[in-house]
Antibody, heavy 115, light 107 residues
Framework: EVQLVESGGGLVKPGGSLRLSCVASGVTVNTYSMSWVRQAPGKGLEWVSFISSSSNYIHYAESVKGRFTVSRDNAKNSLYLQMNSLTAEDTGVYYC????????WGQGTLVAVSS | ESVLTQSPGTLSLSPGERATLSCRSSQSVNSDYVAWYQQKPGQAPRLLIYGASSRATGIPDRFRGSGSGTDFTLTISRLEPEDFAVYYCQHYDRSPKGFGGGTKVEI
């Protein structure tokens, strides 16, 4: 079965950090770029970050630049998002997705930033 | 940066009717890099259309994407009950890879 499974979400205080993981099974991601997309409660989709297959190209949304770091481990078929200096505006469901076309998505992991 | 604006915000239709969803970009975008996604409540989005007009694997032919430049359209020829959802457009040719605000298709 094709799956992207995110983990690492949870409740964190403002200013805190979290590290999200996305592990692929049943689907090849090593030769594809990957992205993180988030969705605040009741809101639309927001693109967060992009990383190319070999990690040569990395891009971030302005809203997270300097605070979030995306990385990947192709040997482990995994993608990561290190999130620092979190604020309430970072609250939402975080999805990982494969390829520039976002053809496969995980089920998402919830990040809640609150004191 | 290209900002995508979707209209209408909500589309109220009945099963069997035709739905026409618009996505307008603030700057011309390469149509090779425009996609449409469907999202149902509590679910992750699903890719419907990529390259402005190519259907993703398993997407029925009642879904059709079209457009170029700054204006793109998703047409659902005959709405099925399972098509009532929120639809997003996105450009992915360069970063930031923005999404439109979404169109909710409701009964």
């Amino acid at each position: 079965e094709v799956q992207l499974v995110e983990s690492g979400g949870g409740l964190v205080k403002p200013g805190g950090s979290l590290r999200l993981s996305c592990v692929a099974s049943g689907v090849t991601v090593n030769t594809y770029s990957m992205s993180w997309v988030r969705q605040a409660p009741g809101k639309g989709l927001e693109w967060v970050s992009f990383i190319s297959s070999s990690s040569n190209y990395i891009h971030y949304a302005e809203s997270v630049k300097g605070r979030f770091t995306v990385s990947r481990d192709n040997a482990k078929n995994s993608l990561y998002l290190q999130m620092n200096s979190l604020t309430a505006e970072d609250t939402g469901v975080y999805y990982c997705a494969r390829d520039r076309t976002l053809d496969f998505w995980g089920q998402g992991t919830l990040v809640a930033v609150s004191s | 940066e290209s900002v995508l604006t979707q209209s209408p915000g909500t589309l109220s239709l009945s099963p069997g009717e035709r739905a026409t969803l618009s996505c307008r970009s603030s700057q011309s975008v390469n149509s090779d890099y425009v996609a449409w996604y469907q999202q149902k409540p509590g679910q992750a989005p699903r890719l419907l259309i990529y390259g402005a007009s190519s259907r993703a694997t398993g997407i029925p032919d009642r879904f059709r994407g079209s457009g170029s430049g700054t204006d793109f359209t998703l047409t659902i020829s005959r709405l099925e009950p399972e098509d009532f959802a929120v639809y997003y457009c996105q450009h992915y040719d360069r970063s930031p890879k923005g999404f439109g605000g979404g169109t909710k298709v409701e009964i």
